[in-house]
Each structure stands twice: as structure tokens, then as C-alpha cells.
């Protein structure tokens, strides 16, 4: 049975979806009538539930895709579609030590400390102290606060820790902390950007260019869906296409 205090997602028949921490007493109410927490706590994940107008809603255990595409925001997140390449791209895994700044609402934060696991550690910058404070609530939620450290400052001070495993930047002037990194990450480290216009890329890579870096690799990244309906099977009829060029390099240590 679930435990209390467990992050759980109900999805409705009409794919309504709702996230809930289950207490030992309280309910979810919905359009679709209410479920007691108690029934919850006396269910298994994987299992149908009912509401009391006799409603239908799964009961399932949030995914990593499932806790990204969650998080409260007050900001632009960065997609599934680019989390699952930044990931591999940057080796993050067990034991990994990870930079990121511009943690924003914390949607790349809790993938990468899902990934880095109970030895590996995410460092977290976020100089507007409102998003860093949304963030933390979100990996709170998700049960995952105690992998990360967050840092509520400028990354233009430089960062306080070295020889880290990979780093990433979602700022709007990568350009300007390149100098920061070298004291940062270990010689060979993979290095990643995110900036949402080519006027941005093209600055950026012209300092790369300049520095001991790398030679960069530049994408975007398109996901196209489709209507799961055997009979009228076709493309859905609107997408998000174009969310951000990802660049990415790495740290060239000088002899």
C-alpha cells in the first residue's frame, strides 16, 4: 500500500491530471467528484480508484517525464525533449557533481538531481531570490531538496566549487561567465548552453572560438505527436516546435 506523504498523480478517464502529496486525513476534490486520501493509502500504484459520483481516475506513481512537466512555474521551462539530451550529453549520472545556473522554476534542477542519485550532488544558482524559493518547493515535492544546494547570488561573483563533473548555463550572457568555469569544472568537462536566438548562439560561439574550449556542437530539438486514435490515425495539429538552441562544448585545459 502507499504510504503517507507520498507524491502521487490521479489521472481522470478524460486525462485530467492532478499531483498529491497523501496525508493521512484530507481529500482531492474534482469536477469528477472527490477521493478520500484514505482510500488512496489503502491502494497500490497501478490500480483504478473511484470517486464518489463513481468516477474512474488511475492511480499512478509520477515518472521523472511526469515530475518535470509538473512543476509550479513562473517561468519558461526547459522541455522534456532537451532534458533527455542535456542529460546525456552532459554524463550525468550516479555520483555526478553538476553546476547549473538560472535554476528558474527548477524543471532542469529535478532532472538532474533524479539522475545524480544519493552520492551526487546539483549546485544551483539563481540570482532572483523568487524563482530560487519556487524551485525549492518543487524538488520539495518531489522529494529530491536534499540533492541539490541552491545559491541564491549572481553567478558573475564566480562559483564556490571545483573540479565538478559537467556544467550548465541557462543565462541570457553565457559569454560573460566563461572565465568563471575554468576554476570550476575538471579538465575535459562537458559544458552546456541554452539561449533562444541565433544572434545569442553566434555570440556565444565566437567567444568559445576564442577560448580553450572544445570544438561546439549546436541543435534543436523538434518532437512531433501524434493522435493515438487507431482510426483517424495523423499528426496532432499543433506542436512546440522551436523552444531553444542547445550548445555544447567542453573545458580544454591549457599546458
Not at 165 to 173: E, G, K, Q, S, Y
Not at 215 to 230: G, M, T, W
Request: glycine content about 6%; aromatic content about 10%; proline content about 5%.
Amino acid at each position: 500500500m502507499i504510504k503517507p506523504n507520498t507524491l502521487v498523480m490521479l489521472v481522470s478517464e478524460k486525462d485530467k491530471t492532478y499531483f498529491r502529496v497523501v496525508k493521512e486525513e484530507g481529500s482531492l476534490n474534482t469536477n469528477e467528484g472527490m477521493i478520500e486520501y484514505r482510500q488512496i493509502l489503502e491502494s497500490n500504484f497501478g490500480q483504478q480508484i473511484s470517486t464518489h459520483l463513481g468516477k474512474t481516475f488511475y492511480l499512478l506513481k509520477p515518472t521523472l517525464y511526469d515530475l518535470v512537466k509538473s512543476v509550479k512555474r513562473k517561468t519558461q521551462i526547459i522541455y522534456p525533449k532537451e532534458i533527455g539530451y542535456i542529460l546525456l550529453k552532459l554524463d550525468i549520472g550516479p555520483g555526478k557533481k553538476v553546476i547549473e545556473a538560472g535554476t528558474g522554476s527548477g524543471a532542469l534542477t529535478t532532472a538532474l538531481a533524479f539522475m545524480v542519485g544519493e552520492e551526487g550532488k546539483v549546485y544551483s544558482y539563481e540570482k532572483r531570490e523568487n524563482f530560487s524559493q519556487l524551485a525549492q518547493e518543487n524538488l520539495k515535492r518531489a522529494n529530491l531538496q536534499h540533492r541539490v544546494e541552491f545559491f541564491n547570488q549572481d553567478i558573475a561573483e564566480g562559483f564556490l566549487q571545483q573540479d565538478v563533473d559537467a556544467l550548465f548555463l541557462d543565462v541570457r550572457t553565457p559569454w560573460d561567465y566563461l572565465e568563471h568555469i575554468f576554476k570550476a569544472v575538471k579538465p575535459g568537462a562537458p559544458l552546456g548552453f541554452l539561449l533562444p536566438t541565433t544572434n545569442q548562439v553566434i555570440t556565444l560561439l565566437t567567444h568559445l572560438e576564442n577560448g580553450p574550449f572544445y570544438p561546439p556542437e549546436v541543435v534543436e530539438i523538434l518532437l512531433r505527436r501524434y493522435k493515438p486514435v487507431p482510426e483517424r490515425f495523423r499528426p496532432q495539429d499543433q506542436m512546440v516546435a522551436h523552444t531553444g538552441f542547445l550548445v555544447f562544448s567542453r573545458y580544454i585545459e591549457k599546458k
